[in-house]
């Protein structure tokens, strides 16, 4: 069965540093986002992206943050100057029709 | 805005014990209402969903029933497994409201004993 996926599963930064989180969203999906998770805290939406652009996003979803589609399978998270409240897992979800989406497995992501 | 309330955990059951989460929803138009499941070190996973009121969703032994006179969307399982242990998320989306963004709960973790 198909599957999202995402490199890498952990990811520890120094503050100030850029990151990339990848995700490869399952083949034949339009709808692509990503949520986080803070340690104990719900899961929260920060950006949705259909048809190479953004579609929706947060208030969380600032400046520091961008999305990119750079090929036909990928999908990344780049986060420009990293904070220590930052440190979360970061879920990629893709879907084909708008109301199913498909989780990978999420990148935990530590900023020291 | 819109927003999911899930009852507290953590949840500990022996076997074959009977299930359920309760879930409640604030939304301003007609979501659509879901259940993931998310086991131990894997993400997040559909277990069921219904998109208007009165739909039941099931799967693997699960249902939920769209309650739009109560706001809820109740887990129910008359039967749990040591498998079934995980933490269980319950969302909902507003697509009729164009955003397709899911809301979740906090998540309730369910230990099942054998």
């Known amino acids: 069965e198909p599957e999202v996926t995402q490199t890498p599963s952990h990811q520890v930064t120094q503050m100030g540093q850029e990151v990339i989180l990848r995700c490869v969203p399952i083949?034949?999906?339009?709808?692509f986002y990503w949520y986080r998770q803070i340690l104990g805290q719900k899961v929260e939406f920060l950006v949705s992206?259909?048809?190479?652009?953004?579609?929706?996003k947060s208030e969380i979803f600032d400046d520091q943050f961008s999305v990119e589609r750079p090929d036909g399978s990928n999908f990344t998270l780049k986060i420009r100057s990293t904070k220590l409240e930052d440190s979360a897992m970061y879920f990629c979800?893709?879907?084909?029709?708008?109301?199913?989406?498909?989780f990978g497995p999420g990148t935990r992501l530590t900023v020291t | 805005g819109n927003s999911v309330t899930q009852m507290e955990g953590p949840v500990t059951l022996s076997e074959e014990a009977f299930l359920t989460i309760n879930c409640t929803y604030t939304?301003?138009?007609?979501?659509?209402l879901f259940w993931y499941v998310q086991y131990p070190g894997e993400g997040l996973q559909l277990l069921l969903k219904?998109?208007?009121?009165?739909d039941k969703g099931s799967n693997k032994g699960f249902e939920a029933t769209y309650r739009k006179e109560t706001t809820s969307f109740h887990l129910e399982k008359g039967s749990v497994q040591v498998s079934d242990s995980a933490v269980y998320f319950c969302?909902?989306?507003?697509?009729?409201?164009?955003?397709?963004?899911?809301?979740f709960g906090k998540g309730t973790k369910l230990t099942v004993n054998p």
């Open positions: 979800a893709s879907s084909r029709v708008s109301y199913e989406q498909y």
């Open positions: 083949s034949n999906h339009l709808y």
């Open positions: 992206f259909y048809n190479n652009e953004i579609s929706e």
């Open positions: 939304a301003t138009g007609y979501p659509s």
């Open positions: 219904a998109t208007k009121a009165d």
């Open positions: 969302a909902l989306s507003d697509l009729q409201g164009g955003s397709e963004k899911l809301v």
